[in-house]
């Protein structure tokens, strides 16, 4: 036996018949036996009846050899290779109406997984299409490409959203969908491989801080050190990384949500007693503490450094009480002045120096207007309060690391964790030069 070509062959089971058979297909014109099926089972005038009956008998053989016990009892006693396959099809690839149900239920129910690639939910999907063709029942491309794009979760909106926007006369393709598919799949592994932290904390290595740098605690930074070692080499084995940003594949031992620790639990840092406000009057000053939600804090101690964004990326933040940006070319409408001082975390004060609304689009396509909108040129981050659109009516949801912006029944915007920061992604809505004041 030719071992090379059998070497990728399957054996047929009650639940692969629609890849084995392309498969079988193959290995026996590979090997010259396809002629009883081809002719029906009828023998071609140039053979004798001794040639027809041998290569019969071969092309049998050929096909029970790679039928699994557990299906081979259905075909035991046929001696035609033509009757044996087309009884392998009545049984597996029945026309049927209830067949047709079943799989049309499989392919809508069909859904992207987190723990497989895109290529391989893109064959899983091309297998249902195909077996519902060989039930009679052939979809149109547009009509694939809409169950493809239905079949993406939540955390895939934004995609959906554009190529349903983008679409050349409304329509959508397969081609179309699987390689907007395959260039998202891209782009979300290089974002989860790469430093994308708008704020950092670096440990004092100058000596010049108390304790010449060190932790303020000795017995408690080594520990909390240790511990630190500890996780990154329970997430290296899972194929993470802290320091590349990654999301904690676990629950939270305090809010029992999927995707963050105990330490950067939102819940649990709002629950903490505070030492100073996050919002008080200080001889005209507005003190907005940032430290806990706006930058990631490390053991021992730290000096806070902020990392200037793009301008289209937004954090946002539930304990802050307005929003802020430091890009005055975002503002639709400005008034300039003198509004008090924002408190940054790292204890240093920062001018407002303007207000006014900003009209953005959303990732998903929405149009959102912040109100009253803080101009902070040394904040060097766009903020969205959570409690500011709280009272505009909109309603802020947190759940297993993403955000939800929604009013009524409309999503208008969605973001996810990034350490222990929400952001999203926005652009400034060209509606008109912004009235400066």
Request: with cysteine; charged share 25%; glycine share 8%.
């Amino acid at each position: 036996m030719d071992k090379s070509s059998s070497d990728t062959m399957i054996a047929l089971t009650s639940t692969n018949y629609n890849m084995w058979k392309p498969r079988m297909e193959d290995l026996l014109n590979l090997r010259d036996l396809a002629d009883p099926l081809d002719n029906n089972g009828v023998k071609p005038d140039k053979k004798t009846d001794e040639e027809w009956t041998k290569m019969n008998r071969k092309t049998v053989a050929q096909i029970r050899q790679w039928i699994d016990h557990s299906v081979f009892h259905h075909v035991a006693q046929e001696q035609s290779a033509y009757t044996l396959w087309e009884k392998l099809g009545s049984l597996y690839q029945a026309k049927t109406a209830g067949n047709k149900t079943l799989l049309m239920r499989r392919l809508v129910n069909h859904k992207l997984r987190e723990s497989i690639s895109v290529s391989e939910h893109t064959s899983q999907f091309q297998d249902l299409v195909n077996q519902l063709s060989t039930t009679g029942w052939v979809l149109k491309d547009e009509e694939q490409a809409i169950l493809l794009l239905s079949s993406l979760p939540d955390s895939w909106e934004t995609l959906v959203v554009t190529l349903s926007n983008s679409a050349p006369n409304g329509k959508v393709t397969m081609q179309m969908v699987t390689d907007a598919l395959m260039n998202e799949e891209a782009r979300r592994k290089e974002a989860g491989t790469e430093q994308s932290y708008a704020f950092v904390s670096e440990t004092n290595r100058r000596g010049g801080g108390r304790n010449g740098g060190r932790s303020r605690s000795r017995g408690r930074g080594q520990s909390q050190n240790r511990g630190n070692s500890q996780v990154r080499g329970r997430s290296q084995e899972r194929g993470m990384s802290c320091e590349n940003n990654t999301w904690f594949e676990g629950y939270c031992n305090y809010c029992g949500n999927y995707g963050h620790r105990k330490r950067d639990c939102r819940k649990f840092l709002r629950e903490q007693p505070q030492t100073s406000q996050n919002t008080s009057q200080e001889d005209g000053v507005t003190m907005v503490s940032l430290s806990s939600d706006a930058c990631l804090v490390t053991h021992g101690e730290q000096e806070c450094l902020h990392v200037g964004t793009h301008d289209v990326e937004w954090v946002i933040d539930t304990a802050a009480s307005f929003h802020a940006t430091p890009h005055q070319n975002l503002f639709t409408s400005y008034k300039s002045g003198d509004f008090g001082a924002v408190k940054m975390g790292n204890t240093s004060f920062s001018k407002i120096v303007g207000i006014g609304d900003v009209h953005i689009t959303t990732n998903v396509g929405c149009a959102l207007v912040l109100k009253d909108v803080r101009h902070v040129p040394d904040l060097r981050l766009n903020l969205i309060s959570g409690t500011a659109l709280d009272q505009q009516g909109y309603l802020n949801r947190f759940k297993e690391g993403t955000w939800k912006l929604s009013k009524g029944s409309l999503v208008v915007a969605r973001g996810h964790i990034c350490g222990t920061l929400y952001k999203t992604h926005a652009k400034r809505s060209h509606l008109e030069e912004a009235d400066i004041s």
